[in-house]
């Protein structure tokens, strides 16, 4: 639900960024350590929303290392977000227009706010990291990067190669049988917590192909009918989970013990005892934001 038109085609625009940046009409949205800026109200605290702020008010902070990553457009009006982690934390919250305002976890602010504002979170957050991951070429050893299109592509002017942000798909799946769905817990889980079965799509696997081998990898079962859901960017720190369910001949399943400690067949009811806290095993699954509770109720609705 990210509000935003990326415009990407201003991206490379010099004439047109600059002019925007400096303008009344820009609003920026500020990082520092992976952390936006979030202004609390007093009356409503409850009510978290990410702290838009003109270039004016920007400005008095920006030095020449300077670098603001353009979102995109929104009633005319142009949004940026810029990283000031290299500047003193006390000097940023000193400025008058913070004094409500708060770096807040990404993590642990997202289930607060709305969903437009974290699209846009996850949008900068994600850039931000492969900007910060992606300083030299890849090819020519010690020669620096330059950054293009507001933080969108890098250049090496040594070799010509342009690098552009890469997201990581991932599979997360609940392997069904029946009127049956299974979820798995993992060693660094909270105790009681279950979720469903994810891994990383490897080079030259369709989607598919990847919920298949991890059905079999982590719970030696054999799976077919796969069934793409819905996805989710996931900032942490560049993501995209990608939902599905896929059926499984039996129910004798094996975890591997390395990734998968324990798994459990749930059906609706069960699960429905978990979500209200009745659960007798005292199962839990993860809160509304995480992809996994989405995914399980999308299966318990349509069971």
């Not at 369709?206 to 990898?217: F, G, H, L, P, Q």
Request: aromatic fraction near 10%; hydrophobic fraction near 35%.
């Amino acid at each position: 639900n990210n509000p935003l038109d990326r415009a990407s085609q201003l991206r490379g625009n010099q004439e047109w960024q600059q002019e925007a940046i400096t303008s009344e009409k820009s609003r920026f949205m500020i990082f520092f350590e992976d952390r936006p800026l979030i202004k609390i109200n007093a009356d409503r605290p409850d009510e978290p929303e990410i702290l838009w702020i003109s270039y004016h008010q920007l400005a008095p902070l920006l030095t020449n290392n300077s670098r603001p990553l353009f979102l995109g457009l929104k009633d005319s009006l142009p949004f940026y977000a810029i990283d000031l982690t290299g500047l003193n934390l006390d000097q940023i919250l000193s400025h008058p227009s913070f004094a409500t305002s708060k770096f807040i976890d990404a993590r642990s602010i997202a289930p607060s706010l709305d969903n437009p504002s974290t699209g846009i979170i996850a949008q900068a957050k994600s850039n931000f990291a492969w900007n910060k991951n992606n300083i030299y070429c890849s090819k020519c050893a010690g020669v620096k990067l330059k950054t293009k299109d507001t933080g969108y592509k890098k250049f090496c002017e040594q070799c010509q190669s342009e690098y552009f942000p890469r997201v990581d798909p991932v599979v997360i799946m609940l392997p069904c049988h029946k009127d049956m769905c299974l979820l798995g817990r993992q060693k660094g889980f909270p105790p009681g917590m279950f979720s469903a079965l994810a891994g990383f799509l490897e080079p030259g696997e369709t989607i598919e192909d990847a919920v298949i081998r991890e059905i079999n990898e982590e719970v030696g079962l054999q799976s077919k009918n796969v069934s793409y859901k819905f996805t989710q960017p996931w900032p942490f720190p560049s993501s995209l989970m990608i939902g599905c369910t896929a059926e499984v001949d039996n129910p004798d399943y094996k975890v591997d013990e390395e990734e998968i400690v324990e798994a459990v067949w749930l059906t609706k009811e069960d699960l429905t005892k978990i979500l209200v806290g009745k659960s007798e095993k005292r199962i839990w699954i993860p809160p509304p934001m995480a992809f996994a509770h989405q995914l399980i109720i999308h299966w318990m609705n349509n069971n």
